[in-house]
């Protein structure tokens, strides 16, 4: 924050701007939700960005929501867990509910301090950074109500705060709208991928096969028919051998659904790499995570020819059978994850293995179709990239706004 103290503005501490003292939630169990119930929340039932998640609601019976139903522009704040920081303003609009143990419920003095602008100070880098040093101070990931009630807070006069919340708010809805079109386009890749792998492009006729019907003309092959190779990269200790410049080694955290994480990359000496001639990745190779996200492909850019990786899969399909792009759309829709994680490889895998991937049964098209399907997936995927890249302009935006506003370092004027 600013040294200075911007004019009319004071410096306050959360407890001093309640209406009564900070309340813990109830202790009861969940039930399953149902119309004669009141909602309750819980610590999971709030995402990140302080809204409720309707896809996991449970409900508590009346009598035990007794003392503990919260009103409009009440806050909740995480106390304990992994998530202690985490808060939720209860809106009227959002219904009848209750809080669970594991949630502080902080009423507000509306005469001192707005609802909606303490909870825009929550989802900023100053509240974060403070929770981060309380928990510094204790064995356990906790933070108690007098401890919350300490934190200090600076305070325009009302209506600038109403100006600033209100600001924040409009970007919110933004970021909400945003993130509801990525969502859609998310729901429409996984149906067209889920149509287009299993009925192709304009086929009416179809056959039997060992995953199900398909078109006729198209087969099923065992992955390790269609390649040149299936093995696995450099899977010893590389630690001696890395270097500031050098020979890209490409990890599990650079594999990504949607191409290869240029950021976070680790090099090791040429000297190395042609010791480990035999394990180098060419373009076109078709790149797996072994653990962790089992599965989960990519294919090797142009950029990253000859280069390596660390204990990942490798798969090297023959061109003129196996398109790369196919192979990898193949593996990582919901087809592929099922065969990976043991829906047809005899139980839940943590780790995918070569003669796991070898045995893999790759639904072919002809070869010309397989490109037609990755380009007509690939379209959306690319539109999806876009509206990522705008929402990730739209946060950076509102943690700038964040900076200058909730300081004073920029003043908003009030009519």
């Not at 939630?25 to 909602?39: K, Q």
């Not at 325009?156 to 919340?165: G, R, S, V």
């Not at 070569?354 to 639904?363: E, W």
């Amino acid at each position: 924050m600013s040294s200075l103290l911007p004019n009319g503005w004071l410096i306050s501490c959360l407890g001093e701007c309640l209406n009564n003292k900070p309340q813990y939630g109830a202790n009861t169990s969940a039930l399953p939700f149902s119309d004669n119930l009141i909602r309750y929340i819980r610590i999971t039932d709030i995402d990140n960005t302080g809204n409720l998640i309707d896809s996991v609601k449970v409900g508590i019976e009346s009598s035990d929501a007794e003392g503990y139903i919260l009103i409009n522009n009440d806050l909740l704040i995480a106390r304990t867990g992994n998530t202690v920081g985490k808060s939720y303003l209860h809106k009227s609009t959002n219904g009848k509910a209750a809080y669970a143990g594991y949630l502080i419920k902080f009423t507000l003095n509306n005469e001192k301090l707005l609802a909606d602008y303490i909870f825009q100070y929550t989802q900023s880098g100053f509240y974060k950074k403070w929770v981060i040093g309380m928990l510094r101070h204790g064995a356990q990931p906790n933070i108690n109500a007098t401890e919350y009630s300490e934190l200090e807070l600076l305070l325009p006069p009302l209506p600038e705060q109403q100006k600033i919340a209100q600001i924040l708010t409009s970007v919110d809805e933004v970021i909400e709208k945003t993130q509801a079109q990525i969502d859609k386009l998310k729901d429409l890749k996984t149906a067209m991928m889920q149509e287009l792998l299993t009925k192709g492009i304009g086929h009416v006729e179809f056959k039997d096969s060992p995953v199900g019907k398909v078109p006729v003309g198209w087969e099923v092959k065992p992955l390790e028919e269609l390649c040149s190779l299936v093995g696995v990269g450099i899977a010893s200790s590389t630690t001696h051998a890395y270097t500031n410049i050098g020979v890209a080694l490409l990890r599990n955290q650079n594999i990504l659904r949607d191409g290869i994480r240029k950021t976070d990359m680790l090099y090791i000496t040429e000297e190395f790499s042609e010791q480990n001639s035999s394990k180098k990745i060419y373009k076109r190779d078709v790149i797996s995570i072994r653990t962790g996200y089992p599965g989960v492909s990519a294919v090797v850019p142009d950029e990253f020819d000859g280069c390596h990786s660390f204990t990942t899969l490798i798969s090297r399909p023959i061109e003129s059978l196996l398109n790369s792009d196919y192979l990898a759309l193949l593996i990582n829709s919901d087809y592929g994850q099922t065969f990976v994680t043991g829906g047809q490889a005899g139980g839940a895998q943590q780790n995918l293995n070569s003669s796991v991937l070898k045995a893999f049964p790759v639904i072919l098209p002809p070869l010309e179709e397989q490109k037609a399907i990755f380009n007509t997936v690939e379209a959306i995927s690319i539109k999806l990239r876009l509206i990522i890249d705008r929402k990730n302009k739209i946060l950076a935006t509102k943690k700038a706004l964040m900076q200058d506003l909730l300081t004073g370092n920029v003043r908003v004027k009030v009519q």
